[in-house]
């Protein structure tokens, strides 16, 4: 079963909203609930993403998940580390389990910085003036 759901992403100090479709599904455990994976498509664009959990802490407030994403025969694999804001608030820190997990699965590999502090202050404007999104 599809589901549909939207992610914004802020370029050149526009908000842009995704309009996406998803299937979950597990691709370590078969038959253990809740799913471990989701398959994602744009319904717009040409571009396929398959998001699979690769480790969550026990409080489910951080996870590090593989990703595999691609634009027409381009293939590009990579970790994503993903926190609640709660927790980007309360306590992250780079001795976390996340924090440590990623950088194993990262080991050798370039990894790319894209959430700065500033980012908060983007988030927390965008939920006062929703009126700044672009929808695609």
């Keep these: 079963m599809e589901h549909l759901f939207f992610r914004s992403y802020l370029k050149d100090a526009w908000w842009y909203t995704v309009e996406y479709k998803g299937t979950f599904f597990n691709i370590y455990n078969k038959s ?5 994976s989701v398959a994602i ?3 717009r664009y040409h ?14 407030t951080c996870a590090v998940f593989w990703v595999l994403s691609s634009t ?3 293939l590009k694999p990579y ?3 993903r926190m609640k804001d709660s927790y980007v608030k309360a306590k992250f820190s780079p001795r ?3 924090w440590k997990e990623f950088k194993n699965v990262t080991e050798r590999r ?3 910085q894209i959430y700065y502090k ?3 202050y983007a988030v927390n404007k965008k939920l006062r003036e929703p009126t700044s999104t672009k929808l695609f």
């Design 32 to 36: 253990r609930l809740p799913f471990d």
């Design 79 to 81: 970790y994503d580390l």
């Design 118 to 120: 500033s980012c908060q």
């Design 47 to 60: 571009k396929k993403t398959t998001e699979v959990l690769h480790y969550k802490n026990e409080n489910d």
């Design 110 to 112: 370039k990894t790319k």
């Design 96 to 98: 976390s389990d996340c």
């Design 41 to 43: 498509r744009s319904t």
């Design 72 to 74: 027409g025969y381009t």
